[in-house]
């Protein structure tokens, strides 16, 4: 099988990802894969450089115009780029992380030599028509069953755990009780709340590692603004709040933490099952998130525990912490799960299953 993989970057990442410019595409590429950016949704042959499989950002116009001029190719717009990229890899079959950006019309556009297509969306999309897709995937059932409404084809697939996060979760020094690392925004509403909750804990070491939205960062720097009060940080969060976190500096924040909060964003019912939770157990942590529908496996007080309200987080980070005991089976049982049921191999063999 000859396999594609595209992605796009996140804003955040772009953002404040390290600016190293290499000189040639595959070594700007290797510098991106050994970030371990989403690292679990990308494939077992793009990790382990099966000649076979190609991986690109799509979205990164230095990264795609490397390649473009390696290939004599001058002017080009970043569709037409990954439109050679396909054609020039004798592409079987294309699986596609940004949907968003490439969708049905994109699809039409694909050289002949392209047999199957697939795409991850675990998020509603609006009017995006995605119904070109030979398949669509993502692991919350009620999107799922959204897509299949719009008249997709869909199923159940996984994240998967990241070799790297090994080296971390066996190296952990535990120096705070707790970290988040994510987004904030006005849609996240009950994830404001555990994390307000888990602020007024009293006498933790705890980070909130956030990735505000532009109205929520505006109104940080304009707090009398008219209209934005309510986008802004309150006093107990912001004042726990330190930079976002990608990759290998989430990977190193987790094997430094107790405790790592996580919070589903207000989209997939009662499904659970973000990357987050996969990298918080892969990492050595005890994953304390909220109540739900989770993955195989995600057991509530066995490989995490979970909360039904933000009330019960503090009681819940003061039973942690006053019984090591406790705490350190449910994150090595959570770290023997995920590498068990979820390896980058068992990930490969069901999307080959898919295809």
Not at 309 to 332: F, G, K, M, N, T
Request: hydrophobic share 40%.
């Amino acid at each position: 099988m000859r396999l594609f993989q595209n992605n796009g970057l996140s804003r955040g990442f772009r953002e404040n990802r390290a600016n190293t410019k290499m000189r040639r595409f595959s070594l700007q590429l290797s510098d991106f894969l050994d970030s371990r950016f989403a690292a679990v949704h990308i494939l077992a042959p793009v990790l382990l450089g099966d000649e076979s499989a190609f991986y690109t950002n799509g979205d990164d116009e230095y990264l795609q115009n490397l390649w473009a001029s390696e290939q004599g190719l001058r002017k080009l717009s970043l569709e037409q780029i990954l439109l050679a990229q396909i054609e020039h890899h004798r592409t079987e079959v294309f699986y596609n992380l940004d949907p968003m950006r490439y969708d049905s019309t994109f699809l039409r556009k694909l050289p002949g030599c392209v047999k199957s297509t697939v795409c991850w969306r675990a998020a509603p999309s609006g009017s995006v028509d995605l119904t070109a897709y030979n398949l669509v995937v993502c692991n919350f059932p009620s999107i799922l069953e959204d897509w299949r409404q719009k008249g997709c084809k869909a199923e159940y697939f996984a994240p998967a755990h990241d070799p790297a996060m090994n080296a971390y979760a066996e190296a952990r020094h535990e120096e705070l009780d707790l970290v988040f690392v994510g987004g904030f925004s006005r849609h996240h509403k009950n994830r404001s709340l555990a994390l307000r909750a888990a602020a007024g804990t009293r006498g933790i070491l705890a980070r909130f590692h956030l990735e505000d939205s532009r109205l929520t960062r505006l109104a940080n720097l304009a707090p009398f603004f008219p209209g934005l009060s309510s986008h802004r940080h309150p006093p107990d969060i912001r004042a726990r709040r330190a930079d976002p976190l990608y990759g290998r500096d989430l990977y190193a924040a987790f094997a430094r933490a107790r405790i790592v909060l996580n919070g589903a964003v207000d989209m997939a019912g009662s499904d659970r099952g973000n990357m987050r939770c996969f990298e918080a157990v892969g990492c050595g942590a005890v994953l304390l998130t909220d109540s739900g529908s989770y993955p195989e496996g995600f057991i509530d007080g066995e490989t995490m525990v979970t909360y039904s309200s933000p009330d019960q987080i503090p009681l819940l980070i003061e039973r942690l912490l006053r019984h090591p005991p406790y705490a350190r089976s449910i994150a090595l049982a959570g770290t023997a799960m995920v590498r068990e049921l979820y390896s980058k191999e068992k990930q490969w063999a069901r999307f080959q299953e898919l295809v």
